[in-house]
Nanobody, 120 residues
Framework: QVRLVESGGGLVQAGGSLRLSCAAS????????MGWYRRAPGKQRELVAT???????NYGDSVKGRFTISRDNAKNTVYLQMNSLKPEDTAVYYC??????????????WGQGTQVTVSS
C-alpha cells in the first residue's frame, strides 16, 4: 500500500500565505512526478502544480507567480507554498504522486485532500 498524507491547509485572509505538505509512504520503490490539484465547490478538479523527480515544474495559469512547488526526494515529500492568496483559491487541495511500487506496479496515488479557505 501507498499512503499520501497532506497537511497545512486552513483558513487565511486574502493576501495571506499557506504552505501545504504531502508525504508519501508505504511500499515505494521510486516516486516520479508529484503534484497538487484542487477542486472548488461546483467546479471540476484543476491542476495547481506538478514537479518531476528532477525538479522540472509546471503550474496552472491561475497560480503562476503566486504559488511555488518543491520537493524533498529523500523524504518523498512535496510542498506547495501559496502566497498572495485570493478567495478564488478556496478549494480542497489534493496531492498526487506517480509511484513505482516495490511489487513492480506503477500507480497514480492520491491523498485525502486538505481544505484551503481564503476569506475576503
Amino acid at each position: 500500500q501507498v499512503r499520501l498524507v497532506e497537511s497545512g491547509g486552513g483558513l487565511v485572509q486574502a493576501g495571506g500565505s499557506l504552505r501545504l505538505s504531502c508525504a508519501a509512504s508505504g511500499s515505494i520503490f521510486r516516486v516520479d512526478a508529484m503534484g497538487w490539484y484542487r477542486r472548488a465547490p461546483g467546479k471540476q478538479r484543476e491542476l495547481v502544480a506538478t514537479i518531476t523527480s528532477g525538479g522540472s515544474t509546471n503550474y496552472g495559469d491561475s497560480v503562476k507567480g503566486r504559488f511555488t512547488i518543491s520537493r524533498d526526494n529523500a523524504k518523498n515529500t512535496v510542498y506547495l507554498q501559496m502566497n498572495s492568496l485570493k478567495p478564488e483559491d478556496t478549494a480542497v487541495y489534493y496531492c498526487n504522486a506517480e509511484v513505482y511500487r516495490q511489487n513492480g506496479a506503477y500507480t497514480s496515488d492520491w491523498g485525502q485532500g486538505t481544505q484551503v479557505t481564503v476569506s475576503s
